[in-house]
């Protein structure tokens, strides 16, 4: 039987990539989202991959919406931590909602979506746990000290639940893109993408969505089974660890 891989953020950006590219390898792939009921139904019809909605931030919540996906699908083998968002600002303007948000939903999620799977794994002698960082979490970002803040504590977690857990046959890796096209990137204007960013990459040009989701396939392979507490950086160039 096919291994169940669940993405957090599943139904858009590089989220729906990593899911569509874990479909197309064979995994029974649940998709999970937030908010946006539009996006993920329309996400489903098209993919027919399944999807389930809860907040990542609330440990409940996790809980009760892995233990949904097991009885649906089975035990959770491949786990993305994909999801995440920005409250952008200045710090010396930050607010603390501002700062709280981002830390809870990109790095206190790690923890809500980890502790429900990681005994399983344990016992099953088996799992591959992916999180998704950024390059920002790299170099630091001005104006993103909370993103930035909580995608370097993704890199941290990753590292420590890797040694926890090697032994048992689990691995865990962090990506951490660049510039991605994704809806949000492109919705920036033309003249900031080309003039302040697009110079900055080796590349030449902004990073596919797809790029990021080949390397969370192979991250959950067999091939990757030697891998385990890395970060790859996917970026273009832009910044070299």
């Known amino acids: 039987m096919s291994k169940v891989a669940l993405i957090t953020g599943g139904t858009r950006g590089i989220g729906r990539a990593i899911s569509e590219?874990?479909?197309?390898?064979?995994?029974?792939?649940a998709a999970v989202y937030a908010a946006n009921d539009e996006a993920a139904q329309a996400f489903h019809q098209e993919t027919g991959i399944p999807v389930y909605q809860w907040d990542v931030s609330d440990f409940n919540a996790c809980q009760q919406?892995?233990?949904?996906?097991?009885?649906?699908?089975?035990?959770v083998e491949i786990l993305v931590n994909n999801a995440g968002i920005t409250r952008d600002g200045m710090f010396h303007k930050m607010t603390f909602e501002q700062w709280q948000a981002v830390i809870n939903t990109n790095l206190s999620s790690l923890f809500n979506m980890c502790r429900p799977v990681i005994e399983g794994m344990r016992e099953r002698g088996f799992g591959r746990i992916i999180n998704?960082?950024?390059?920002?979490?790299?170099?630091?970002?001005?104006?993103?000290?909370?993103?930035s803040a909580a995608k370097a504590g993704e890199l941290g977690f990753t590292k420590a639940l890797a040694m926890e857990n090697a032994r048992k046959?689990?691995?865990?890796?962090?990506?951490?893109?660049?510039?991605?096209?994704?809806?949000?990137?492109?919705?920036?204007?033309?003249?900031?993408?080309?003039?302040?960013?697009?110079?900055h990459i080796l590349v030449g040009r902004l990073g596919?969505?797809?790029?990021?989701?080949?390397?969370?396939?192979?991250?959950?392979s067999a091939d990757a089974g030697?891998?385990?507490?890395?970060?790859?950086?996917?970026?273009?160039?832009q910044y070299m660890a």
């Open 21 to 29: 590219a874990f479909l197309q390898q064979g995994y029974r792939v």
């Open 65 to 75: 919406g892995i233990a949904q996906v097991e009885a649906d699908l089975g035990p």
């Open 132 to 147: 998704i960082s950024s390059i920002n979490g790299q170099k630091g970002q001005a104006g993103q000290t909370n993103y």
């Open 169 to 199: 046959g689990i691995t865990v890796n962090a990506i951490c893109p660049g510039y991605i096209a994704t809806d949000m990137v492109n919705a920036m204007p033309a003249e900031i993408v080309n003039e302040k960013i697009v110079p």
């Open 208 to 220: 596919q969505p797809e790029e990021i989701a080949r390397c969370a396939v192979f991250l959950a």
């Open 226 to 237: 030697y891998i385990t507490g890395s970060t790859l950086s996917v970026n273009g160039g």
